[in-house]
Structures are given as structure tokens and as C-alpha cells.
């Protein structure tokens, strides 16, 4: 079985890196597209330099653009890459509009598509997230759900059980193979922080940055909290919120801003943070992973496992409630369970594929 394997953003190498280690491993036969729609080096090339993944054999380098044009550009010229490889499948990860994309131009050419973590769902449909991913769900033959709720979900949405594999979510993998090379490699003195007394911060999602009042109202917030617990914030800010800061004259006091930090550098952070705030999918899983309490700077989730097991509060963007969720999870006892699976959910995912080629 030839797979090509579509990704294009920051957490998209890093969930996939798993899966890539794993068909490494097994020398299946592989390839990487890259659509290039993050290209600034620290949202790109230290991530494959970090996690060691191989050189992609397509680079598409579409870039930044509106999200009709980006998408347009994305299927036009993965397209041919797909005609002159010919994939027996194309893998794609989680809801970006490479990820869009990426199953669209597949699906259209008849190659089968794996989608890793089908069956999130906010019900949000203001998020563009949430419309790449059920459509990449409806395009995909091999859905890898992270959990037995999102297999409920993809089930409830009429697709059949035979389809949906529940794998874990590749995090936990990413989690697990890269904390001790972390703590091995970086060291928190670079931020001038001791462990558990500081506050770790991101937030980047277009529906909060894009909208003044909102953003405006988050930083309050963090502002708050930085003053009430009396300890260092520090927030790497993703390009696109700079952008958004910029526009819009927003000039947070008492925070840390920081360029967006490498893998190891943030896993490190998150690892020993007192408190994670974030808007963030993949940070909401990893603090849960690693059993540090987060708040939620939106007003819903697609990964509500993490609140059923106490992880982490939906605060929405009001200072007060955003201060009030940070009170609350500090007094939270720890030892809830990890949701997400046992890391081994990027050599479940390939065994399926490989299995399933000579079924
Ligand atoms: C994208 C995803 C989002 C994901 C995030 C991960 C979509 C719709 N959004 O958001 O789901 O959570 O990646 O980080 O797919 N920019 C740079 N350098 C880059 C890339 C972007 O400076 O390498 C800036 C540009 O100003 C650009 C803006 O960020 O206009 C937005 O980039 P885009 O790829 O559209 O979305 P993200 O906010 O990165
Ligand atoms: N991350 C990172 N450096 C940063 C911020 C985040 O390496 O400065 C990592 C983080 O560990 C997580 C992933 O990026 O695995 C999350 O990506 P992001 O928040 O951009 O996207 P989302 O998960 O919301 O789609």
C-alpha cells in the first residue's frame, strides 16, 4: 500500500509524527506533501527539524491567503501530485484547511482517505475548524477516532461502524516520546521561571483574535489572573495574533510575550506551568495528558473529555469568569485519567492501514 500523507500546520507535524515514525519503522512505502500553509520557521522547519520527520517529497507552498483562496490553491496543485503519484491513500490530521483540502482532492480522485482524529465535533459552525473537519470526516473511508465519543459521534452521523477505528489521539504518543528529551534539552531558566510558578498562555483561534472586543476582554482577563496569583504569564504569540495585536493597538500590561516557542521549549513550559490558559485544541489535550490544570478561552470545546474528567473549565472570554475558572481549577485535585489512550495510538493507525491492504 502506497500512502501520501497531505499536512501543512504546526499540530499537524506534531500528531503526525507518530504515525510518520511508525510507517518509517515498518518501511512502508510513504510519501510527505506539504502544503506550505504555515512556513515561517518557527511554526515549520524546527518542527521537523525537532521531531525529526523526513524531507517532504512535494512542497506545495501555497502560503498564506483567504480561506477560499488558500483551500483553492491547495486542492488545484495537490491534485496533480496525487495524479502522478497515485496513493493507495492519502492520511490527513485533525481540521485545518490543509486538512480540508487534502481529503477533498483525494476523495475527488477516488483514493481512499484516512482521517486521524475523525469525529470531533464544537457544533460551532462559526469556526472554519469545525467545518473542515466534518467534511473531511464525510470524505474519509478510515476514520481514526481518538476516543469512543467521537466514534458515538461519527455513528450518529450515519457513518458505518466498520468505517471508525478508535486509536487514542496521536498527543498522548507525542507526549510520551518527547517530555524526557524536554527535560533532558531545555531548561525553564531560560524564561527565568521555577516549576509550577508561572502561567502558561496561548491563544490564536480567528473567532477570538479577529473579533476586538473579544480578544480585548481575554487579555483583561490574563491580566487579572497575572495580578491575583502574582506570577509571571508568559504567552508565545502565534504570528496571526501578533498580526490581530497590531491592528487592532492592544498592548497587554504584566504579560510575557513571547515569539511562538519549538516543540521541546513549549512541552517543557506546559509540563511544569501552575495553570494553562488557551484556546487551543491541541494544548487543551496535552494539558490534560500531563496533568496540568487549564481554562478554556472559548465558550465551547470538541474535546469535552477533558472536562468530564476534571481537566479543564470553558471560561469564554469575560475577565471575571476567565479569573473565576483559574481560581477554581488550581483548587483541583491532579490525578484525573488520561482520556486520550496509552500513546500507542500512531502504530494502531498504521497497523489498521497496512492490515486493511491485504484484506
Ligand atoms: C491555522 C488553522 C488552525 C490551527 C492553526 C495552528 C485553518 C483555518 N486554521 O490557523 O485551525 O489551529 O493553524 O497553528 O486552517 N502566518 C505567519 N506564518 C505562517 C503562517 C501564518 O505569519 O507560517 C500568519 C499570516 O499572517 C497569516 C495568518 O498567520 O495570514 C493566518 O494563517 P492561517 O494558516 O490562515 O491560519 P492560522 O491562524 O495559522
Ligand atoms: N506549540 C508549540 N509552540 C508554541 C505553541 C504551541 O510547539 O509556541 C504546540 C503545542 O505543543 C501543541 C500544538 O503546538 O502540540 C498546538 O498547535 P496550535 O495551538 O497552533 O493548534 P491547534 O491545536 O489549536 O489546532
Redesign the pocket.
Same mark, same amino acid.
Given at each position: 500500500m502506497k500512502i501520501g500523507i497531505i499536512l501543512g %500546520?504546526? =499540530?499537524e507535524f506534531i500528531k503526525m509524527a507518530p504515525i510518520i515514525r511508525e510507517l518509517e519503522a515498518r518501511k512502508a512505502d510513504f510519501f510527505l506533501l506539504h502544503t506550505g500553509? &504555515?512556513? #515561517?520557521a518557527n511554526? @515549520?522547519g524546527i518542527f521537523f527539524e525537532q521531531l525529526n520527520l523526513p524531507k517532504p517529497r512535494h512542497a506545495l507552498g501555497v502560503g #498564506?491567503a483567504s /480561506?477560499a483562496e488558500?483551500t483553492a490553491k491547495i486542492l488545484t496543485s495537490a491534485e496533480k501530485v496525487l495524479l502522478e503519484e497515485k496513493p493507495d491513500c492519502v492520511l490527513v490530521q !485533525? @481540521? %485545518? $484547511? #490543509?486538512v480540508l483540502a487534502g481529503a477533498l482532492a483525494a476523495a475527488k480522485l477516488q483514493v481512499k482517505v484516512g482521517h486521524v482524529e475523525a469525529g470531533l465535533r464544537s457544533y460551532d459552525r462559526t469556526m =472554519?475548524?469545525e467545518i $473542515?473537519r466534518v467534511i473531511a470526516d464525510h470524505c474519509a473511508e478510515y476514520l481514526f477516532a481518538p476516543t469512543e465519543k467521537a466514534k458515538a459521534i461519527l455513528r450518529g452521523e450515519g457513518i458505518p461502524a466498520a468505517k471508525i477505528f478508535v486509536t487514542g489521539n496521536t498527543i498522548v504518543d507525542a507526549v510520551f516520546q518527547n517530555v524526557e528529551i524536554a527535560r533532558a534539552r531545555v531548561s525553564l531558566s531560560n524564561w527565568r521561571v521555577s516549576p509550577n510558578q508561572y502561567v502558561l498562555v496561548t491563544v &490564536?483561534?480567528?473567532e477570538n483574535i479577529h473579533n476586538k472586543e473579544r480578544f480585548t476582554a481575554i487579555l483583561e482577563g490574563l491580566e487579572k489572573v497575572a495580578a491575583e496569583l502574582k506570577l509571571p504569564v508568559l504567552y508565545p504569540v /502565534? =504570528? /496571526?495574533s501578533r498580526?490581530m495585536m497590531e491592528q487592532f493597538k492592544l498592548k497587554p500590561a504584566g504579560l510575557t510575550l513571547l515569539e511562538p516557542l519549538d516543540y521541546l521549549s513549549f512541552l517543557l513550559l506546559e509540563n511544569h506551568a501552575r495553570l494553562i490558559l488557551t484556546d487551543? !485544541?491541541g494544548v487543551q489535550e496535552e494539558s490534560c495528558v500531563l496533568k496540568v490544570p487549564c481554562v478554556t478561552l472559548r465558550d465551547n470545546t470538541e474535546r469535552p473529555e477533558t472536562i468530564e474528567v476534571g481537566a479543564n473549565l470553558l471560561a469564554g472570554t469575560a475577565p471575571d469568569k476567565i479569573m473565576d475558572c483559574s481560581r477554581e481549577m488550581l483548587g483541583r485535585d491532579r490525578s484525573w485519567a488520561n482520556p486520550f489512550g496509552d500513546g500507542k495510538a500512531g502504530k494502531k493507525t498504521v497497523s489498521i492501514l497496512l492490515r486493511s491492504s491485504h484484506g
Open positions: %500546520t504546526r =499540530p500553509q &504555515h512556513y #515561517s511554526l @515549520d #498564506s /480561506h488558500q !485533525g @481540521d %485545518t $484547511n #490543509s =472554519p475548524e $473542515n &490564536h483561534r480567528q /502565534h =504570528p /496571526h498580526k487551543s !485544541g
